[in-house]
């Protein structure tokens, strides 16, 4: 079979701006539970896209941590390709894609540090692992071979032999503030549903867009 005739017939169900919350964060979270129930592997798995000043793009995947009125909340390291170009353009879009509900989010606008409590709080939760990975990896640096990230891991294990293994100061998240929620819906012959939010002083507009 060739690439060209992999296709899917989404038919699953339909999105209609009359039966929207008025509010995207409601309508996210009515959403998101519904890929949780469907079982949708790591449904919290998002693309994050940034940009270099000049405009260059990137993306990768991160994981989606928390999110309310305030925003979509993720972790890193600041010292990352991500965190380099958040620093000089904060402005980011993330994507979620649930194929089992045939559906797609598709979130923007300006991001910002969360505070070095929050930071702390979510990395007191992370695995002893995990807390002590962050020490020894400097994220997106180029190395010599993964023989430098274990004689780092055991030096780190040393100047932290307990399970009390501090935030490191380049580490924690970012909160992005959405400007736009768009939500996508699969639909027969291509006619997918979109519907978008758009941020309009303290309140939201909803369009739809053509597919
Ligand atoms: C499913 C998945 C989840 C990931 N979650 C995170 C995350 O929450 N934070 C993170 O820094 N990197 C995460 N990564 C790794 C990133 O995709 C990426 O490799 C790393 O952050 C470096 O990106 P950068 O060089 O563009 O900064 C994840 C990768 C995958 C495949």
Redesign the pocket.
């Known amino acids: 079979m060739s690439i060209a005739d992999i296709r899917r017939v989404y038919a699953r169900a339909r999105l209609d701006e009359a039966h929207v919350s008025p509010d995207p964060i409601a309508e996210f979270d009515r959403w998101f539970n519904q890929a949780r129930e469907a079982e949708v592997p ?1 449904p919290n ?1 998002m693309a994050l896209a940034t940009a270099a000043p000049a405009g260059v793009p ?1 993306v ?4 989606l941590k928390g999110y309310d009125e305030r925003g979509f909340v ?4 600041y010292r ?4 380099i170009e958040l620093e000089a353009n904060p402005q980011a879009a993330l994507a979620f894609y649930w194929g089992e509900l045939e559906r797609q989010v598709r979130i923007a606008g300006p991001v910002e540090k969360t505070s070095a409590e929050e930071s702390a709080a979510y990395f007191r939760t992370r695995p002893l692992g995990s807390r002590l990975g962050a020490w020894v990896s400097h ?2 640096r180029v190395i010599p071979s993964r023989v430098e990230l274990e004689s780092g891991l055991r030096e780190i294990k040393e100047r932290f032999p307990t399970a009390d293994v501090p935030l490191p100061p380049h580490w924690g998240g970012y909160r992005l503030r959405p400007e736009e929620v768009e939500f996508w819906q699969g639909r027969e012959d291509r006619l997918h549903d979109r519907i978008r939010y758009v941020r309009d002083g303290e309140r939201w507009r909803v369009e739809r867009l053509s597919p």
């Open positions: 790591e798995a990137s990768r995947m991160v994981l993720f972790f890193t390291d990352s390709q991500k965190g994220q997106s």
